[in-house]
């Protein structure tokens, strides 16, 4: 069974940076779609960044493209959200999710909470001054 372990999280003032990381173990081969999603406090969850665990499709959400940028590192299984120009709008639980098709992670169409099977703890972010 796949386990996913968020890290990284933590308060940052506007315009700061933070790095998330997703640990991944156990048959992570089997999940083919790898992403984070977010819930800021008294909304639903969103996705926010995905890729596909061979690299060919990588999709961020409009409202954090140019800031935010996914990475992996598959030696490590390791996935990352580099997030920049943090603004308070940013602040929510962020979820590493993992889904078993690729086509989960789309540039055509956004992320769905209900395909993603594995789901992390979360790890708060909160952007305030």
């Known amino acids: 069974q796949l386990q996913l372990v968020e890290s990284g999280g933590g308060m940052v003032q506007p315009g700061g940076s933070l790095r998330l990381s997703c640990a991944a173990s156990?048959?992570?081969?089997?999940?083919?779609?790898i992403g984070w999603f977010r819930q800021a406090p008294g909304k639903e969850r969103v996705g926010v960044s995905c890729?596909?665990?061979?690299?060919?499709?990588?999709k961020i959400a409009h409202f954090v493209e140019d800031r935010f940028a996914i990475s992996m590192d598959n030696a490590k299984n390791t996935l990352s959200l580099q997030m920049n120009d943090l603004r308070p709008e940013d602040t929510g639980i962020y979820y590493c999710?993992?889904?078993?098709?690729?086509?989960?992670?789309?540039?055509?169409?956004?992320?769905?909470?209900?395909?993603?099977?594995?789901w992390g703890q979360g790890t708060q972010v909160t952007v305030s001054s």
């Open positions: 999710a993992g889904g078993v098709y690729d086509y989960f992670c789309s540039t055509v169409r956004p992320m769905r909470e209900d395909e993603y099977q594995v």
């Open positions: 890729m596909t665990r061979n690299g060919i499709t990588t």
């Open positions: 156990g048959f992570s081969s089997d999940y083919e779609a």
